[in-house]
Every structure is written in C-alpha cells, then in structure tokens.
C-alpha cells in the first residue's frame, strides 16, 4: 500500500468512527425516547436496561452508517482540501479518481458487510430486544407506598398509608382493604402503626401491623352460612404475608415473536411473501364461484345462461307489469348482498395484497440500506473536495440536508410500495436512484475543479446569463 493511500485512510477512519459512534449515539436516544414512559419505575437494573440498549443499537446500525460515512468523507475531503494537501496530490499528476480508490475500497467493504450484517445479525437482534421490550412492559411498576393515596399494585388488596417514616419501613395509620375472598370491602384491617420488609428471598412482603382492628362483612355470598352478619377483632400485633409474584420479571419465549417480518433474513421473508401472493392470486381467480350463488339467471363470470332461463315469451311479456314490483324487490336485494360481499372480499385481497407488500418491503430495505452507504460516499468524498471546508461546520450542515433529503425519499417511497401505487422494488430502490446522478455530478464537478459552490462561480454565471439575452 502506497503512502499516499495510508495517509487517506488515517484521514478517513478517525472521523468516521467518531461520527458513527456519535450518530449511532442520536439515533439510540431518539428511539429510547419512545418507550421511556414504559421503562422508567420498574426496579429492572442496569443489567436489564443495557441489554435492551445493546440489542436496538445493533438495530440502529444500518441506520447510521450512510449519514457516518457521507459525514466522516465529508469531513476527510474537506480538510485535505482546507489545508491544500488535496491540491498538492492533483498537482503532482494523480488523479481524483485515484485519491478516492482506497476509500472507495473501504466503503465497498463496508457495504458488503453491512448487507450480511442487516441480514443475518440485525434479525436475531431484533427478535431479543423486541421480546425483552414485550416483558418489560407486562412488568408491574416497582412498589411504591404514597402517603394518603391508596396503592392497588397488589392483587387482592388495597393499602393506604398516613404517613411513612424516613426509615421506609415504618408506617403510621395503616388502612388495608382485602379482597382476597371476593366480594367488595368486605374485610377491612386498621391499624394505628406497621412495618413492612421483605422476606423468603424477596417473595413475599411482610406487613407487620400493631395496635388495630380487623372488620369483617359477612352478609356477603362467602359468609352467608354464618349467623353473624359483621364481626371485629381487635389485635396488638398481627402479621400479614403478601405475595410479590406478581412483580417478578419473567422471560417470554422469543420463538412467540419469531413470525414479525423484523425478525426474519431475506430468505424467510421470501418464503412469506411468496406464500402472500400465491393466496393473493388465488383469492382473485376465486371470486367468480364464490359470487355466482348471487345470481339466479346467469353465471358470474360469463353471463351465459344458467337455471333453464328461457325467453319470455308474449303472454309472460303481457304479465310482466303485474310482476314487476316484486321482481324489482328481489333484484335489489340481490344487487345489495353482491356489492357487500364483493366489497368485503376486495378487502381482504386488498389486505393480502398490502401484507405482502410489507414483507417485500423489507426484502429490498436490506438492500437499499447497503447500497446507501456508498451512495453518501459518492455525494461526500467529492463534495469535501470541492467546498474544501473540513471540522464539523459546514460538513455537518450539508450531512443533514442530504441525509433527509434521502430520509424523505425513502420514507415516501417505502409508503407507495405498501399501499401498491408503485412496485415494492421501484419505490425502495427510488432514494437512492434519485441521488445517484446527484453523487455523479459532484464527482465530475470535483474530477474538473468545479469551484461549483463558491460566490465567484454564480457571479460569472449571472453575468455570462445576463450578455447572453442581451
């Protein structure tokens, strides 16, 4: 490997891995931002959130590698062009195409192992975290005791407390309603004070109460057998076992998940939509049997008599007046139930045809994602060369356009590909056809030393513009 090649390398891996690593970084925290209310006040630990973190920043992967690499080009480029190292090379007869070739290298690279990575890698990831995310949300928020609310988190009772001390175990004017046995409020406990701790590793929390009075309805369908319709006990101390099962977090099994097309490689997916469009099919062709019991006379498909219809002849035709109301009753109502069954079996070809377009979609996004990569590159390497600006200034800025611009694009071109107003291939691979030839005139722009964002090159054009219509 040349020197010239190593020294573009140095440039290019420092500001790639700090951009990556710091849009991976916007990217993660944009889409945790979406589940926060569901995972804050469950008491799951850091162990639990940093898998879940881990599992969708290898989702957000194929997400931040094209704007990393139009960035982190960007930035190369532009500094080499800044401090005019770029300059010096071209003068020494090498080529820009030449001066991009080792990077060039390294994004293919890239790319290629972005593609297996979004196949293989991203699928198995999304099956984990997506599942963990499924069991962090059946989890019961942590148990929190607030003074004077009553507090349902466990099943069977209702608890309040007066006043907790700073100690979080001492409790002062306890109320607890039990519902254990059915029924409503029908066992009532008070107390002047309590403790509670936990037990049995953590299972059961203990409610150690002092100086109260238990209340017991039993004119109630459980008591009915009893003489008595309200009893009270008076206690010193009483100890109450409550079951923390609830609370636990447990793991579902991530084969439950594994039929989302998020979890499936482009193989699987394949399999599926295949399968979709085969019932799509078939749906179609059906349609013609399933509607001709509508028809009394002729057949659906055809309209070739059916049913021994025959022409009427003069004296049924001198008739036909006296029968023509009923005849109109029965047509409409055949004409009714036709437009409401054919309405509800396009429908659900519609659906059919719309779920398949959802697993295609995700076929082609494992590879427009890839293809992005060097599409950004196309658009960032020589666009550095030519504004010559390196840092995170300028570079930044035109990262930002040009990666909505594609974000735009794709997401208006993923929506036609669902709802079938193009075909699924077409609007996913649309982003990216539409910003080739953008990356290709920067790179002949920079190839010929286009000074194609400078001031001076739009006066000059204004004024060649202006002799020309004079």
Do not use: C
């Amino acid at each position: 490997m040349k020197k010239l090649d190593k020294l573009i390398l140095r440039e290019f891996f420092g500001p790639f891995l700090l951009t990556f690593a710091v849009v991976e970084f916007i990217l993660l925290t944009q889409y945790m931002l979406k589940y926060l209310d569901e995972l804050v006040g469950k008491d799951l630990g850091a162990e639990v959130f940093g898998e879940l973190l881990f599992y969708f920043s290898i989702n957000m992967a194929p997400v931040a590698l094209p704007l990393a690499v139009l960035l982190s080009s960007l930035m190369t480029f532009g500094s080499l062009g800044e401090h005019h190292e770029l300059t010096a090379i071209k003068t020494s007869g090498i080529a820009l195409t030449r001066i991009l070739r080792p990077v060039l290298l390294v994004v293919g690279l890239i790319t290629v192992g972005a593609f297996f990575f979004n196949n293989y890698i991203v699928p198995k990831a999304n099956l984990k975290a997506y599942s963990l995310l499924w069991d962090i949300r059946q989890k019961k928020p942590a148990m929190n005791f607030k003074e004077g609310a009553f507090y349902n988190g466990i099943p069977g009772y209702s608890i309040k407390v007066n006043e907790k001390m700073n100690d979080g175990q001492t409790l002062r004017d306890v109320m607890i309603y039990d519902h254990t046995k059915g029924g409503t409020n029908t066992t009532v406990i008070l107390a002047d004070s309590g403790e509670m701790y936990m037990d049995f590793n953590d299972t059961y929390l203990v409610l150690e109460l002092f100086r109260g009075n238990t209340y017991v309805d039993q004119s109630s369908s459980s008591y009915r057998n009893s003489n008595e319709q309200f009893v009270r006990q008076e206690f010193d101390k009483s100890k109450l076992m409550l079951s923390m099962a609830s609370f636990n977090f447990d793991r579902t099994r991530e084969e439950l998940f594994s039929d989302n097309k998020m979890m499936k490689n482009i193989g699987e997916l394949s399999v599926v939509t295949d399968s979709l469009r085969r019932h799509s099919q078939r749906e179609q062709q059906l349609y013609a049997p399933n509607v001709d019991p509508f028809y009394m006379y002729f057949k659906a498909d055809t309209g070739q008599v059916k049913n021994g219809l025959r022409m009427l002849d003069k004296k049924v035709a001198r008739e036909l007046p006296e029968l023509t109301p009923e005849i109109r009753v029965m047509a409409t109502n055949k004409a009714r139930n036709i437009k409401s069954f054919t309405a509800s079996y396009v429908e659900r070809v519609r659906n059919t045809v719309r779920e398949a377009n959802n697993y295609e979609v995700e076929i082609w996004r494992k590879y427009t994602q890839s293809a992005s990569i060097i599409i950004m590159f196309l658009i960032g390497a020589p666009l550095g060369a030519i504004i010559k600006k390196g840092g995170l200034g300028v570079p930044v800025v035109i990262s930002i356009v040009f990666f909505i611009s594609m974000y735009v694009m794709s997401i208006l071109g993923e929506k036609w590909a669902r709802e079938g107003m193009v075909s699924v291939g077409a609007g996913m691979w649309a982003a990216n056809l539409i910003l080739l030839p953008v990356g290709l005139f920067f790179l002949y722009q920079a190839r010929n030393d286009s000074s194609l964002l400078e001031l001076d090159f739009w006066r000059k054009l204004m004024a060649r513009l202006r002799r020309n219509k004079l």
